[in-house]
């Protein structure tokens, strides 16, 4: 019974498109977080939110936009699509702040 | 910006021995040191963390040791067994925020 909800599974993109990667968590947290992998990078912290507030973005591009409509929901859309943003994207909930973090299954983005 | 510098990158052992991974951070103000475990294909999984109010932690065969002085955190897995082959990671938190270390690839050799 999956606790965090990532959809979808796997996503194909073309160059330039946008993609909106879901997350919802039912685990009643206060905070979530957007994580990539690649094999560039082991594992790349992007933003964190907390009650639904932004409180951290590492993420240097525009293109990559986190929205809260509901406290359990973070997603993330990802405009101008290139090849180098293939990767996994991993959503995360937390109770509070930053600790004891839990991982969503993630989204494996491949972009052509 | 911050960094966790995390080695070995990868660390071969013989199934029965202990395993050491060990993990350096840069802010004095990190108070929280999480361990992760991924397997191929799947997402990271929380196996065991230290706040900084402790020195030494531990769980079902997994002993985390923090220095703060040197800052320097450790995991220390022992009496290996073929399902501890995995990635590893560390990480260092504060202020919203956890930095990750890079990983460790484990091996179990039978």
């Known amino acids: 019974d999956p606790k965090i909800i990532q959809k979808p599974k796997y996503l194909v993109a073309v160059t330039g498109s946008e993609k909106i990667l879901i997350c919802e968590q039912y685990?009643?947290?206060?905070?979530m977080y957007w994580y990539r992998q690649s094999a560039k990078k082991p594992l790349e912290f992007m933003f964190s939110?907390?009650?639904?507030?932004?409180?951290d973005n590492q993420t240097a591009s525009s293109r990559f936009q986190p929205q809260s409509s509901k406290k359990n929901h973070l997603d993330l859309q990802i405009t101008a699509l290139k090849p180098d943003d293939s990767a996994t994207y991993f959503c995360a909930s937390s109770q509070d702040n930053w600790v004891e973090q839990y991982f969503g299954p993630g989204t494996r983005l491949t972009v052509l | 910006g911050e960094q966790v510098e995390q080695l070995p990158s990868i660390l071969r052992v013989q199934e029965g021995s202990s395993a050491s991974i060990n993990c350096t951070y840069e802010?004095?103000?990190?108070?929280?040191f999480p361990w992760y475990k991924q397997e191929p294909g799947e997402n990271p999984k929380l196996i065991i963390d230290i706040r900084s109010n402790m020195e030494r932690k531990q769980t079902q065969g997994l002993i985390v040791l923090l220095d703060k002085k040197a800052k320097r955190f450790s995991l220390h897995i022992t009496d290996t067994q073929p399902g501890d082959s995995a990635m590893y990671f560390c990480a260092a938190g504060s202020n919203y925020q956890l930095i990750w270390g890079s990983g460790t690839k484990l091996i179990i050799k039978p």
């Open positions: 802010n004095s103000a990190s108070n929280y």
């Open positions: 939110y907390s009650y639904q507030k932004l409180m």
């Open positions: 685990l009643g947290h206060n905070a």
